[in-house]
């Protein structure tokens, strides 16, 4: 199985703040057709996980442009370019390249 | 508008199944897979397996593969898991996701005697 690699587990953060999140995976998520199946998502606390990002870089409908995500093949960062109190909570990565698809541990987003 | 409702919350006994279902509207299931993927209390989220509703095949994490079932009925638009031999380490929420955008509420089995 493909191992999704979330650092860090845990990002303090100010409101205002850049944040970044990687993700490596355990090997390439590109498939033969050129495209890398690797999706953001956030799940707020007691909510259910919402879609952030798709395909590395595509932005969700409705999902503000302070969201962006970048990288290749392993290798993934997901950045928000001014946190805001409602961006607080965990996130994850998802690959659905190979199966079976598999999530990362999640990195927590908080306040300091 | 894309909705997914998910079945209420389960009590199972250790032992024994339940059935959790995912009613969509909004969009025909036919024309793409639908996924479940669970979440333990206070962990991660962890994929289960999917089902192409259009021709009931399925894909099933490995750990999965005796545990959950996954079918659909494309009639009235509904996708189904039903878990078998529930223990403890079921206990979990279980959510429907349709393209791996839109999600059901999720429902809560919970295993105790």
């Known amino acids: 199985d493909v191992v999704m690699t979330q650092t860090p587990l845990s990002l303090p953060v100010s409101l205002g703040d850049q944040a970044s999140i990687s993700c490596r995976s355990s090997q390439s998520l590109v498939e033969s057709n050129g495209n890398t199946h690797l999706h953001w998502y956030l799940q707020k606390p007691g909510q259910l996980p919402q879609l952030l990002l798709y395909?590395?870089?595509n932005r969700f409908s409705g999902v503000p442009d302070r969201f962006s995500g970048s990288g290749s093949e392993t290798d993934f960062i997901l950045k928000i370019s001014r946190v805001e109190s409602e961006d607080l909570g965990v996130y994850y990565c998802?690959?659905?390249?190979?199966?079976?698809?598999?999530f990362g541990a999640g990195t927590k987003l908080e306040l300091k | 508008e894309v909705q997914l409702q998910q079945s209420g919350a389960e009590l199972g006994k250790p032992g024994t199944s339940v059935k959790l279902s995912c009613k969509v509207s909004g969009y025909n299931i036919r024309n793409t897979y639908m996924h479940w993927v669970n979440q333990r209390p206070g962990k991660g989220l962890e994929w289960i397996g999917r089902?192409?509703?259009?021709?009931?095949?399925?894909i099933y994490a490995e750990k999965f593969k005796s545990k959950a079932t996954l079918t659909a009925d494309t009639s009235s638009n509904t996708a189904y898991m039903q878990l078998s031999q529930l223990k403890s380490d079921d206990t979990a929420i279980y959510f429907c996701v349709l393209k791996f955008a839109y999600w059901g509420q999720g429902t809560l089995v919970t295993v105790s005697s």
């Open positions: 089902i192409d509703p259009a021709n009931g095949n399925t």
């Open positions: 395909k590395v870089s």
């Open positions: 998802l690959q659905s390249t190979h199966l079976p698809y598999t």
